[in-house]
């Protein structure tokens, strides 16, 4: 039998899909699992389905909570991990059934993390898009190792797309690494400490996660707070980053300005040119040279200090067109 793989699925009423998900979880071929469901205070039924779920196999531990977030949730789950691994579930996606058996048959190594590809699908499970990391993103189509500093540099050249749930991870890289609490895009600031402490990498091209994509419009319902979260994760990166390599660095310094340009134009339609927003661009126009040649009009404007006047008044037109709907 092959080391444990503790599934974290944090939950928060997601019941109609909770069913579905947690049962691809319990038919995988291969069997030594331990599944910590975390109701995080759901009000639509989730809890009750839950329990029904922790009665049907005795592998599924069901924790309950008052609603803490993702993140913190996801450390709860970490926290009482018992296996050698650690999966990432979202409560709405499910899995392939012979995922876990193809990660971890003819494993090189038991410290590596195995990378795995996905696909995308609608709330039916009708398929919406078809990724292959392998040829959109350069990386070989077939079982292969890269290293941490590899792996930095794919992502951080938009190589390589990385999700937490498309990971097998080893638990012991959570030995001192948490999501922070509170904050949206944890995944983004978690990752690369695990990799910088990691021996790297498997890529397994075998698509056995299903992302479900919802009909709603993640750009409608954006807040200040979910992108000033993400510009946090990459300010506090920094840190992190002085350790490696110089040209490391650098792919790190031009990803970070791409974000945080994309960051500074999605709050310039939801807020006004506050304090913080001025000291957010002071900080994109220190670097600026990192800038791609596709940002270099975006960067101009930047300069000139009217990229927010213009993307304010695009975030006006778009709230009156959503009005007049």
Known sequence: MGKKITVIVPVYNTKKFLTRCVNSILKQSYEN????IIDDGSTDGSAQVCDELSKSDKRVRVIHQKNKGIATTRNIGIENAT???ISFVDSDDYLEKDLYKNLIENNESESNILIFDYEICDVNGKLVHNPLLANENNL????QFYSNEKLLHLIWNEKLFCYLWSMLIPKKLFENVRFPDGRLYEDEAVFYKIFM?????EYIP?????YVQHNSSITKTLRN??????????QEAEDYIAQLPDELKVDFKKHKESILLMCYCTLAKLEKNSKKMKKLRQEILKDKDYLTSDEKVKRILLELNFLHIIFNLKGKMEKKDDYMY
């Open 33 to 36: 699992l331990e599944v910590i």
């Open 83 to 85: 296996g050698y691994y």
């Open 140 to 143: 070989e189509k077939r079982r």
């Open 197 to 201: 402490v990691s021996d790297g990498a």
């Open 206 to 210: 075998y698509k056995g996660y299903h």
């Open 225 to 234: 707070k979910d992108m000033w979260d993400r510009v946090e994760t990459y």
